[in-house]
């Protein structure tokens, strides 16, 4: 079956720190990955996606590189700031329909 | 450009009462229209999701069900609510294969 598998939070870095939060995933064909992101008290927004293998996607200085290989799509960030507190999400999307996302991993940035 | 309306934003039931909650799409045709439950503290579980009118996939068996009467109109439903149906519930449309999502402002659900 489909599943997502993210790393556990509370993640608590400090400014400009260096970021990695981890997510694998096992799925049936090739599906799309992607990188959401909730701000406290908002809804769910689409950070970045990579629809196949060795794809790079990337968005407000984040990256996540789609590895067959090793069924990984992990998020980075080399340099975080406050205002990238929020809780981050991995997704599975594949080509039945089906929309699945991780557990989500909180990331808490202290200046 | 899409958008989805959900409502109501907030709602308090007594247990064993039923639920109807409704999501409507705009902007688009033919989505894939799904639910989620957030619970506090946790990620999205998908509850249902459906590629066309009359087709739905269930993802958990719960105290759920689903209908897609419309293109355009997904309904989250229960006939009688249990305490552990609270939760935050999320509708979200894709418009194709490797397409984003687009999620509704939500509706929480306290169940007392």
């Known amino acids: 079956g489909n599943s997502v598998t993210q790393m556990e939070g509370p993640v608590t870095l400090s400014e400009e720190a260096f970021l990695t939060i981890n997510c694998t995933y096992t799925a049936t064909g090739y599906p799309s990955l992607f990188w959401y992101v909730q701000y406290p008290g908002e809804g769910l927004q689409l950070l970045l996606k990579?629809?196949?293998?060795?794809d790079k996607g990337s968005n407000k200085g984040f990256e996540a590189t789609y590895r067959k290989e090793t069924t990984s799509f992990h998020l980075e960030k080399g340099s975080v700031q406050v205002s990238d507190s929020a809780v981050y999400f991995c997704?599975?999307?594949?080509?039945?329909?089906?929309?699945?996302f991780g557990q989500g991993t909180e990331l808490s940035v202290k200046p | 450009s899409q958008t989805i309306h959900q409502w109501p934003a907030t709602l308090v039931q007594p247990v064993g009462s039923p639920l109807s909650l409704e999501c409507t799409v705009e902007g688009t045709s033919n989505p894939n229209l799904y639910w989620y439950r957030q619970a506090a503290g946790r990620g999205l579980q998908l509850l249902f999701y459906s590629v066309g009118i009359g087709q739905i996939s269930s993802e958990v068996p719960q105290n759920l069900s689903a209908s897609r009467p419309q293109d355009r109109q997904f309904i989250l439903s229960s006939k009688k609510l249990l305490l552990s149906d609270s939760g935050f519930y999320l509708c979200?449309?894709?418009?194709?294969?490797?397409?984003?999502?687009?999620f509704g402002q939500g509706t929480r659900l306290t169940v007392v």
């Open positions: 979200a449309l894709k418009t194709g294969v490797g397409t984003e999502a687009f």
């Open positions: 990579a629809t196949k293998a060795d």
């Open positions: 997704a599975l999307g594949n080509q039945g329909g089906k929309l699945i």
